[in-house]
T-cell receptor
């Protein structure tokens, strides 16, 4: 059974903290993505990576960074968490953009 | 770049009725159009997709139609059941520099099927 696993289902962090969201896939996929999901706004792309150590900004990269040191792992970093980053974060992987994307279960982050 | 607009944002139907969700896209070069279903507490899952060389694809109670001229594609669910209640997302690829593509999603449709 193919899997994308996010390290936490729920997180509560304080304003100003550095936050790491981890994502691991076991399908040997080239592409990995981080999306943010907010009501009425759908899935907005934060960052994606098409190869190890390669990354590209999505539509809303401000306040975020990413790391992909190994093919199977893609980390999203909030350098200094703010309350407007309270959201559901979804990680996904695909072999190409024209094939099925597999999503993790999501991490609901609350910044207080 | 690609924009994907999805309508309606909410849809309420009686069990057994049909449901239709529509999406429009802007990039005429787009050639792959998936639909995802997100149940409560889970990540989205692919339910059906269509490529630009066909106009319609069916899988049991769900179907997707594509009109490349008008640049829109639709999800059709027939004989709806309560377990069809979920949020549905359409998507289309957007090309960026370097020739790579990324999936851009619509805003989602919350479907409620009432017994």
């Amino acid at each position: 059974d193919v899997k994308v696993t996010q390290s936490s289902r729920y997180l509560v962090k304080r304003t100003g903290e550095k936050v790491f969201l981890e994502c691991v896939q076991d399908m040997d996929h080239e592409n990995m993505f981080w999306y943010r999901q907010d009501p009425g706004l759908g899935l907005r792309l934060i960052y994606f990576s098409y190869d190890v150590k390669m990354k590209e900004k999505g539509d809303i990269p401000e306040g975020y960074s990413v790391s992909r040191e190994k093919k199977e792992r893609f980390s999203l970093i909030l350098e200094s968490a703010s309350t407007n980053q309270t959201s559901m974060y979804l990680c996904a992987s695909t072999q190409t953009a024209a094939t099925e994307a597999f999503f993790g279960q999501g991490t609901r982050l609350t910044v207080v | 770049g690609e924009n994907v607009e999805q309508h309606p944002s909410t849809l309420s139907v009686q069990e057994g009725d049909s449901a239709v969700i529509k999406c429009t896209y802007s990039d005429s070069a787009s050639n792959y159009f998936p639909w995802y279903k997100q149940e409560l507490g889970k990540g989205p899952q692919l339910i059906i997709d269509i490529r630009s060389n066909v106009g319609e694809k069916k899988d049991q109670r769900i179907a997707v139609t594509l009109n490349k001229t008008a640049k829109h594609f639709s999800l059709h669910i027939t004989e709806t059941q309560p377990e069809d209640s979920a949020v549905y997302f359409c998507a289309a690829p957007r090309e960026f520099s370097g020739g790579y593509n990324k999936l851009i999603f619509g805003a989602g449709t919350r479907l409620a099927v009432h017994p």
